[in-house]
């Protein structure tokens, strides 16, 4: 079981709801495939950089993710088809991000130290703070 | 032009980031040109390995419509 990360835009011309039912189904066909979803991150409405379809706004979705090898596949084949999914991006989550996530909830919750991190300090202590998150987050997504 | 700061340290390693995030547009376009090229590491001062993760970053962050691939300065 790997962590991942799919980022994908839908797109605004559907109704709310519409767009609250295709992030549920991708929701579910994550964990309907044997994955665990982590923590669904909605950025809403955006303006995109350059047009896509003749459409300047896309609804932003971003969902971390557990899961086998093989489910890859299978979820980009369902972005595909999915006409109303402008784009998607689906990456494996490095011990590198992981850290650096960790780096920097730890900057935020210290908050009086103006001078920036030294975060070759305590390589241990980042690894450790993975951890937490990732039982922490189920509570935080329903 | 260029010899008079030789010596500059790299934006990211003196504040120790280890991962460049694609899903961050501010970060990302300080290190393009006012027309959406990406600088280049002997102009911006950033080291081999963070300029390498930068451009990654930045190529996806350009697929997902976050940033773009050519912008004409104004905007």
């Known amino acids: 079981m790997r962590q991942y990360e799919t980022t994908f835009v839908i797109d605004t011309h559907l109704a709310d709801e519409a767009i609250e039912k295709a992030i549920e189904k991708y929701k579910d066909f994550i964990s309907g495939n044997g994955g665990t979803v982590i923590n669904v991150d909605r950025w809403g409405k955006r303006r995109l950089a350059y047009e896509i379809r003749k459409k300047q706004y896309g609804y932003y979705v971003c969902i971390r993710f557990e899961a086998d090898a093989t489910f890859n596949e299978k979820l980009e084949k369902e972005f595909k088809l999915d006409g109303s999914i402008l784009r998607y991006l689906t990456l494996l989550i490095s011990k590198a991000q992981l850290q650096e996530e960790a780096r920097l909830k730890a900057r935020k919750s210290r908050n009086f130290d103006a001078s920036g991190s030294k975060p070759e300090q305590a390589p241990e202590k980042i690894e450790t703070e993975g951890k937490p998150d990732d039982q922490e987050a189920p509570k935080q997504e329903v | ?75």
């Open chain 2, 1 to 75: 032009m260029l010899k008079q700061r030789k010596k500059r340290m790299c934006r990211f390693c003196e504040n120790g980031v280890k991962y460049v995030d694609y899903k961050d547009p501010k970060i990302l376009l300080k290190f393009t040109s006012d027309v959406g090229k990406i600088i280049p590491r002997r102009t911006s001062g950033t080291c081999a390995k963070h300029q390498r993760q930068l451009v990654k970053a930045i190529k996806r962050a350009r697929h997902l419509a976050l940033i773009p691939f050519v912008s004409d300065g104004a905007r």
